[in-house]
């Protein structure tokens, strides 16, 4: 059994970033993928990134390319995700989960943290 638990969410102002942080316990962490998903008010749970047990692979939804980036720290047992260029519509509570075998649908993933809140303001 893993347990998740998230950290690093806030209010922020357009533009600014965010590292969210993950901290596993109660399994090999090393031996999952690793994902990121958000949920908005209202909306359903969307797919942020994923990265690889040795993180050697990573992927994005289109909406954070090149704003986002997914790390891991195995040593850690810790996975991150700095967010740049923040914008209002990434205001959403935000979980990581973890798979034995990840992609990018909820469903794939077992264990999932409690979320962090990112707010992001105009």
């Known amino acids: 059994q893993v347990q998740l638990v998230e950290s690093g969410g806030g209010l922020v102002q357009a533009g600014d970033s965010l590292r969210l942080s993950c901290a596993a316990s109660?399994?090999?962490?090393?031996?999952?993928?690793m994902g990121w998903f958000r949920q908005a008010p209202g909306k359903e749970r969307e797919f942020v990134a994923t990265?690889?047990?040795?993180?050697?692979?990573?992927s994005y939804a289109d909406s954070v390319k090149g704003r986002f980036t997914i790390s891991r720290d195995n040593a850690k047992n810790t996975v991150y995700l700095q967010m740049n260029s923040l914008k209002p519509e990434d205001t959403a509570v935000y979980y990581c989960?973890?798979?034995?075998?990840?992609?990018?649908?909820?469903?794939?993933?077992?264990?999932w943290g409690q979320g962090t809140q990112v707010t992001v303001s105009s």
């Open positions: 109660g399994g090999t962490f090393s031996s999952y993928t």
């Open positions: 989960a973890a798979a034995k075998i990840g992609g990018t649908r909820t469903r794939e993933y077992a264990y």
């Open positions: 990265i690889s047990r040795s993180g050697g692979s990573t």
